[in-house]
């Protein structure tokens, strides 16, 4: 039997099953659905996109996957390259992995690696934000705050290594002011917090946390995995505010097939590298830079650039906001969108009960969770699609 997940399993509902999925449309046996969920924001270009499925193909022709341990083939090289062509600055040493909770692993074990290796043994404390999401692995709940893992809290307590604070420039100086001499890394979802209820905040905050970490020497980590290729109307946060390190998953691969990837600039990799054997970064999944999906990674970051994403994802925002601001309804807290991502914030999670079914009849596939109603479309949708998307949302609050 199948253990999904999230779901208490007693009560669960019977998932759709799914038969076909081509471009914005999943297909049960009797439904044609638009995905707003892009299948956890990762299927950009939409469901059996030619070029990538062409892609994965000639890869299988050839071979599926081989270890990384001693061995490495064109497909991982070519990704590496495009990647540190492709990200802003010196973000060009790749690490990959199989998953973004995986990635963000690596990525808070570099950081904490990366002092020790200086015999910097007082950096200990990853500093963080209140409702972040970082994964569902043991250390990313603990650098995360999502309720859904206060269980953990109870059962082991909190860990005193982890800081959390909120989205505002007094209490970031103030967190730097106390810990700056145990502050390893900074960790966030720049721009956009996913999982933890799509909030959204300024970019002035994250320019005061870089000017920061320069100041005291703390690594400053973006968990790109969701915000990534295009989703805040950024190609990257990271154009605009350059981290240390950047993690990347979810649509890494056009989300054909998982994958993800941990990048750290030059002064991150150089801690590694010396002729000390113990300075050497001890992870290696076992299928990390599977040749299938870097294939696929490369075609769909090919399909980024040629077809001019960014004025579709600012088009797809423009008619969001047309469509969405201002609107209102008894229980509704707050609209917000960025990018590709609107989010309805109801007082109480109780009023989306049923919302799922609804829009199923309606022929749009959403998993609105807790006190969140989203839509996270895959670019390539048309314009009529989109407002069906945004009509049916509206439509739940005016029946
Ligand atoms: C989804 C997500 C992850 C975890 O990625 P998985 O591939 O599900 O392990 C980590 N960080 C953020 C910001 C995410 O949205």
């Known amino acids: 039997m199948i253990w999904y997940p999230y779901e208490q399993m007693k009560k669960m509902k019977d998932p759709y099953k799914i038969v076909d999925a081509e471009g914005v449309y999943i297909f049960t046996e009797d439904k044609k659905l638009i995905d707003s969920v892009s299948s956890w924001w990762s299927v950009i270009h939409g469901y059996r996109n030619p070029k990538i499925t062409e892609a994965i193909k000639n890869q299988a022709d050839k071979f599926s996957h081989v270890m990384l341990g001693g061995l490495t083939h064109d497909s991982v090289e070519k990704l590496s390259d495009k990647l540190a062509d492709f990200l802003p600055g010196d973000l060009d040493y790749c690490f990959f992995s199989d998953s973004g909770s995986v990635a963000v ?55 005193p290594n982890v800081i959390h604070i909120d989205t505002n420039i007094d209490d970031l100086e103030k967190a730097f002011l106390k810990y700056h001499e145990e502050l390893n890394c900074f960790i966030v979802e720049p721009l956009l917090q996913g999982a933890g209820g799509m909030r959204m905040y300024d970019i002035s905050f994250l320019k005061r946390a870089r000017e920061l970490c320069d100041e005291y020497g703390v690594l400053l980590i973006f968990d790109e995995v969701a915000t990534g290729f295009g989703r805040t109307g950024n190609r990257f946060v990271s154009d605009l505010v350059l981290p240390d390190i950047i993690v990347l998953g979810k649509a890494l691969t056009g989300g054909h097939i998982g994958h993800a990837a941990t990048v750290a600039n030059k002064k991150v990799f150089d801690g590694f590298y010396s002729d000390d054997d113990t300075h050497a970064l001890m992870h290696g999944p076992t299928f990390m ?13 090919e399909i980024f650039e040629a077809e001019d994403y960014m004025s579709k994802i600012k088009h797809i925002e423009e008619l969001t906001k047309e469509y969405m601001e201002g609107f209102t309804a008894e229980g509704i807290m707050e609209v917000r969108m960025m990018g590709g991502c609107v989010c309805i914030e109801v007082e109480d999670g109780s009023m989306l009960k049923g919302y799922q079914e609804f829009a199923y009849e309606r022929g749009v596939f959403a998993r609105p969770f807790l006190n969140y109603l989203y839509a996270m479309v895959p670019y390539i949708i048309t314009d009529d699609e989109l407002l069906k998307v945004l009509s049916t949302m509206k439509e739940w609050f005016n029946k």
Do not use: P, W
């Open 105 to 159: 692993e690596v990525a808070l074990k570099m950081a904490l690696q990366y002092y020790v290796n200086k015999n910097d043994l007082k950096r200990t404390k990853i500093l963080s934000l209140t409702h972040a999401y970082h994964g569902d692995t043991f250390k990313t709940m603990e650098a995360g705050d999502d309720e859904d893992y206060h269980f953990i809290l109870k059962a082991y307590g909190e860990n």
């Open 289 to 301: 830079g599977n040749a299938l999906a870097c294939s696929a990674a490369l075609a769909s970051i």
